[in-house]
């Protein structure tokens, strides 16, 4: 073997050398780099923490579609497999499965599959429980999806059923869920003259809160009935922190049908005070509006009777608007609530001469959904929405304070 040859093999077997000792230490740098995000962990897949405390108990069950464990089955199915006794289901808005429009009204039944009675909490009545409803259990659960808003109703029933578990001496157990606008607050705090079906507790509009966040919070700050606090259990989520990006694997209602509609949800729902349709009856529900006077605008659509909307807004009649799907989520996340869109259709409507406001008064439903009335104020005024949103950062900077006590979860 030549020198020449010799000297060749010997550098190759030092190139091979150092690229195996690279190999080795890429793969051992790999192994000790940091895992990706965990998957949340429900408070309803957390079985090992809330079958001990249940079982042996009459419980009541307040959930609908949303109670859906990281496994595809209902929380019912899962207690009930378990061995635990659900007594009586109280069913929110929308009823048990999810099929009723935004405020219809909602008799109760009995569950299909399991044969337990049903007390609908929408049936147009009082919102509360009655007597005998209240007998059938020892303790209540709550397993709601929310989507963090302080006009979405959910949480309003669960402080309503609160409220009744204090009269009554009855528990209460919140499973919670994550908020999947919990990244944020923004909006004015409820104006509590303002209070209705659609504002219960002196909350900043987006809450960034899940629903165990606001149980603690009202039992806390005296909130609920008397100033009285419930006898509380907390199954909190794993795995999740208020920055989580969760997708929701079912509709919380039928009008939002995906992630962007929830985004864009606490700019949107204020059109539910006017004449303007925020797309009920048609595929895009809160990722876009109009109205049939907006003549100027490209985008059309024509809200139609149909499951989720049986009489819509605008309904039938052609409407010119602006259409959001397009917009990126993460675009809509860090707009928060943005009254561009408000603001655009007022101007456009007022210079028509044509109707914004269905109603008059300071309890409008557009009031109601804001929770103050400086914000339609300003509108009127003239002001900007980037205007708008300064006047109520005193109150986001106050709200923030006043909940950390009571946060799960980091920030």
Avoid at 117 to 128: Q, V
Avoid at 304 to 326: I, M, N, W, Y
Avoid at 329 to 351: F, K, Q, S, W
Wanted: aromatic content about 10%; overall charge positive; proline content about 6%.
């Amino acid at each position: 073997m030549t020198r020449l040859l010799k000297l060749a093999l010997l550098t190759l077997a030092i190139f091979a050398s150092v690229a195996a000792s690279a190999a080795t230490k890429n793969k051992e740098v790999n192994n000790n780099a940091p895992a990706g995000p965990q998957e949340v962990v429900l408070g309803a897949d957390r079985t090992d923490q809330y079958v001990p405390l249940l079982k042996g108990k009459r419980i009541a069950l307040l959930s609908n579609q949303t109670g859906i464990t990281s496994k595809g089955k209902h929380v019912l199915d899962v207690m009930i497999e378990n061995g635990l006794k659900v007594t009586v289901i109280f069913s929110p808005e929308h009823g048990f499965r999810g099929k009723a429009d935004a405020g219809e009204h909602v008799s109760s039944s009995v569950d299909e599959k399991t044969g337990i009675p049903i007390a609908s909490l929408y049936d147009g009545k009082t919102g509360a429980p009655s007597k005998e409803s209240m007998a059938k259990f020892d303790v209540l659960v709550t397993d709601l999806q929310d989507v963090g808003l302080r006009y979405y109703t959910y949480y309003i029933t669960m402080a309503r059923l609160m409220d009744a578990c204090i009269e009554h001496g009855k528990e209460f157990v919140v499973f919670d869920r994550p908020n999947p606008n919990g990244m944020y607050v923004d909006g004015p705090i409820l104006d509590m003259s303002l209070k209705s079906g659609v504002g219960h507790f002196p909350i900043c509009t987006v809450h960034g809160m899940t629903m165990a966040e606001l149980a603690l919070m009202a039992n806390g700050e005296g909130w609920l009935k008397g100033g009285k606090k419930v006898k509380l259990t907390v199954i909190p989520c794993l795995n999740y922190t208020h920055q989580t990006r969760y997708t929701l694997p079912v509709a919380p209602s039928p009008n939002l049908p995906n992630m962007l509609s929830i985004y864009l949800y606490p700019s949107i729902c204020y059109f539910e005070g006017t004449t303007v349709s925020l797309g009920r009856g048609t595929d895009l529900p809160f990722q876009g509006y109009g109205h049939p006077n907006m003549t100027c605008r490209p985008f059309q659509f024509t809200p139609t009777s149909r499951f989720g909307a049986k009489t819509p807004p605008q309904q039938d009649k052609l409407c010119f608007g602006v259409d959001l799907r397009g917009m990126k989520n993460e675009d809509a996340i860090a707009r928060g609530i943005d009254l561009t869109y408000v603001v655009d259709a007022y101007n456009d409507l007022r210079a028509q001469g044509k109707q914004f406001l269905l109603k008059e008064g300071k309890r409008n439903f557009f009031n109601l959904l804001m929770g103050n009335t400086q914000v339609w104020d300003m509108i009127v005024a003239g002001k900007s929405a980037t205007e708008i949103k300064a006047s109520w950062q005193g109150d986001v900077m106050k709200f923030k304070k006043q909940r950390k006590p009571y946060l799960l979860y980091a920030e």
